[in-house]
């Protein structure tokens, strides 16, 4: 007997199952599954017809993630995957197998990394039906409905499909102009409460379109598209449920190409403001600051940050050649005011970082140390990159690879995560392949000796000798190869540049015997092991910076350099103080340590903004002496996460510590008994 229940009527719906492989640990929400969902449901037809289900899989599950979801499903009518480059391999893996087990089900894939790509997509998986071209909601709804009549794919446009053996692409599909025709996946009931309470990251867009042409990036390169907003009204409906469910400490990741470059995102940043309070919760805003920093990106950051609601802000350069950027198409993005910005930003105690690709044409490598030092000089905070060729962009192109000489090399973005492989440029007409690798190896340097280990130190050299911050890094990473007396400490730098040469010699096992269990985040592990091996314990750590120290300031005496070993001794006790806040995250231990600065050297790192500058050092005395330890909360800090968030610019040790400055030799107890 057939069942007229609810029950009966829904199990007769078509199964479509929607995929997405995440990078991101903990998050179960996709915003590009939940649009084509709630586009589709809000269709009637199809909302009658199909039930869509979706599937959002950490890519670190690997085979086990493909399998557990094949084993969890019954024959569906559809799988669509949206498909990045760090997710190919195992979203090809997994259309490949629906189609072994299911050979009647509709295989549909899209995405930035697939777009336009039909040829090689199907050279490379015949077993996908449909690829989808750009923007894919109005596009896979109407895909859906010509499957379920069993109609004429050709009168559906943006999309490749196979035909007789052949693969027959339709005229392009026009941009989506009015954004209300994309259904909210969150004002609908697409997404349960619990789903969003969930999941650590949401990824949320207030407009769609980017102004800019840059040849490296898809958003820009390929699209150049005009900014095309949601209605204001539904993104206030929208935030008031996700800050309202999200758990405290999650990120509310603004997946927009320059947030900051439409007026109306004052109100935005104030409206979220405004819930935060009114929920009394906890988040992370980041987003993609608009390229051309101006004044309402410096209101609403210090807006945001005064509600420690974000944490570094982005000051997007790549470069700061002026050839370098005219063939990557930057040079309508000014970089002349880069210090004003910063200057602003620093004032308003608001970090940032600023982002640099190290491998664009043009680029040298005296030219890269160029850059990296004009932000280090600037008091700012260099994060950088490699460089991806990514599809559909300038750079991909065959004759722009011809005419700059590129080498590509399809592996892993970051040698110490197998799993993000992606086509990495390694040389070109301007840098050699060993280059490139000193290039890699530098950035570990300049990140665990500036940012980190001997920021104050380095300050008051370059101050007081002239000797650029980045030969200072450069020497340092000499100092750890060579003469570093930490065996450990020797075979991890040295592997960076082996494994950025061949990635199959990355030394796992070293790094394991090195790092043990610490890793949460699989990234850059070079550096999380050297940071922990250096930090141990407060003797590791005096014994190590100290030889280092000295063994810079001997090489500097030597080639002519007049060293003011009190001023760069003092500062060196500050910056071994700043480790106890590494060994609270590294073994959940609170410690207190005790600094003395030459008050001249305290006065050159609050004006590079190395140290706070609200702290108040009396003024009086020759030197400037204090404590310093780590807030409470950072024994529940992993280090692996901190590591990485001073990697990445948002953390900061020096800032990060409790300060208390002494004008004498006594002083109250500053930790709990």
Not at 154 to 170: F, H, K, L, N, R
Not at 402 to 411: C, G, I, P, V
Request: hydrophobic share 45%.
């Amino acid at each position: 007997m057939t069942s007229t229940s609810p029950a009966g009527a829904a199990a007769k719906k078509k199964t479509v199952q929607l995929v997405e492989f995440t990078a991101m640990h903990g998050v179960r929400y996709s915003v590009t599954l939940g649009y084509l969902k709630a586009t589709s449901v809000a269709d009637p037809v199809l909302d009658e017809a199909c039930e869509f289900r979706i599937n959002v899989r950490e890519q670190s599950g690997g085979e086990r993630a493909v399998t557990e979801l094949l084993d969890s499903w019954d024959e569906p009518f559809a799988v669509a995957l949206t498909v990045f480059f760090w997710n190919r391999a195992q979203s090809l893996e997994l259309a490949r197998r629906v189609k072994e087990r299911w050979p009647d089900c509709r295989v549909v894939l899209g995405g930035n990394d697939v777009s336009h790509q039909q040829d090689p997509l199907f050279a490379e998986a015949p077993w996908v039906d449909v690829l989808v071209h750009g923007e894919g909601e109005l596009r896979f709804r109407d895909l859906v409905r010509c499957f379920l009549a069993g109609g004429d794919l050709a009168g559906v446009p943006g999309i490749s499909y196979w035909s007789d053996g052949a693969v027959v692409t339709t005229a392009d599909a026009d941009r989506i102009t009015d954004l209300e025709q994309v259904v909210s996946p969150i004002l609908t009931p697409v997404y349960s409460d619990e789903e969003i309470a969930g999941s650590s990251m949401i990824v949320y867009e207030t407009n769609r379109g980017c102004p800019y042409k840059c040849a490296f990036c898809y958003w820009g390169g390929a699209t150049n598209s005009k900014v095309r907003q949601f209605d204001l009204d539904r993104i206030f409906g929208e935030l008031d449920r996700l800050v309202r469910l999200m758990p405290t400490d999650a990120t509310l990741f603004i997946a927009d190409a320059n947030f900051g470059i439409v007026a109306r995102d004052r109100q935005i940043a104030e409206r979220l403001v405004e819930l935060t309070r009114r929920y009394d919760k906890r988040l992370i805003i980041s987003t993609n600051w608009a390229k051309n920093g101006n004044d309402r990106i410096v209101e609403i950051a210090g807006m945001l940050h005064a509600a420690e609601l974000t944490g570094a802000i982005t000051l997007s350069a790549q470069s700061f050649d002026p050839d370098v950027l005219k063939i990557a198409n930057r040079a309508n993005i000014r970089t002349d005011h880069y210090r004003r910005l910063l200057s602003r930003f620093r004032a308003l105690d608001v970090p940032t970082y600023t982002d640099l690709i190290w491998g664009l044409p043009g680029e040298t490598y005296d030219s890269y140390l160029a850059g990296v030092e004009e932000v280090l000089t600037a008091g700012g905070s260099p994060v950088i990159y490699p460089l991806l060729l990514l599809n559909n962009t300038e750079y991909s192109r065959e004759s722009f690879q011809d005419e700059h000489k590129l080498t590509a090399r399809r592996m892993p973005a970051d040698v110490t995560n197998p799993e993000l492989v992606a086509e990495v440029v390694v040389a070109h007409g301007d840098m050699t392949a060993e280059e490139w690798v000193r290039g890699m190896a530098f950035r570990v340097s300049m990140t665990l000796f500036q940012k980190i280990l001997l920021r104050c130190a380095l300050r008051v050299l370059h101050a007081t000798t002239g000797v650029r911050m980045v030969e200072l890094c450069e020497q340092l990473w000499s100092f750890l190869l060579e003469d570093c007396a930490d065996p450990f400490l020797r075979a991890v730098a040295r592997n960076v540049a082996a494994a950025h040469r061949e990635p199959a010699d990355l030394d796992a096992a070293l790094l394991r015997t090195v790092i043990g269990d610490r890793v949460v985040v699989p990234e850059e592990v070079h550096f999380q092991a050297l940071l922990c091996r250096a930090v141990g314990t407060e003797r590791t750590t005096r014994d190590l910076l100290t030889a280092a120290v000295g063994w810079l300031c001997d090489r500097l005496a030597a080639s002519g350099h007049e060293i003011d070993r009190v001023l760069v001794d003092g500062a060196l006790t500050l910056d071994i103080a700043a480790t106890t806040i590494l060994r609270a995250s590294l073994r959940a231990e609170l410690d207190e340590a005790e600094f003395a600065v030459p008050r001249r050297a305290w006065e050159l790192l609050v004006e590079a903004g190395d140290v706070p500058s609200g702290l108040d050092a009396g003024g009086r005395g020759a030197t400037v002496r204090g404590t310093v330890w780590a807030p409470p909360r950072w024994v529940h800090y992993p280090i692996s996460v901190y590591a990485l968030s001073i990697w990445h610019g948002t953390g900061r040790p020096l800032h990060d510590l409790l300060f208390a400055l002494s004008t004498g030799p006594a002083r109250k107890p500053l930790l709990p008994a």
